[in-house]
């Protein structure tokens, strides 16, 4: 696989972030009930974590950080649409991280997606559970 398609992948993944992070960050600020609203923000830090070590494996590679996102969709007005959306940003992350740790044969790059899937797989487990409590 060449450096190329492996900046490819490395910023369709960080194009999630991106969007995970705006997301978070917004609906955090518009939840009024202080647990999600804490959770939603902390987990933005997180992911800008994995933005950073994204961009840095891109750089690092000879590429730029694209520094996109898709079209934001915040999810359904209220915190259970709003849960209902991160839940299924997760779950788009998690597929994502899997088919790309496959796709590329580089280990110190499959080892730091690794670890940010595992954390991506926390993720899912924090908004579900709260979803849940809802
Ligand atoms: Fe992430
Ligand atoms: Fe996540």
Redesign the pocket.
Known sequence: MKNKEIIDLLNQDLTG?IE?ILI?MRNSFVTSQCKPSRTMEE?AK??MR?AEKLSEMIVDLGGVPSMLHKELDFGQRGVKGYLKK?VS??KG?IAMYKDHIEKIPDKKIRKLLTHILH??E???EEFTELLKQM
């Open positions: 972030e995970a978070y987990i997180d992911e994995h991160l940003l997760e992350a954390e991506e926390e993720h899912l």
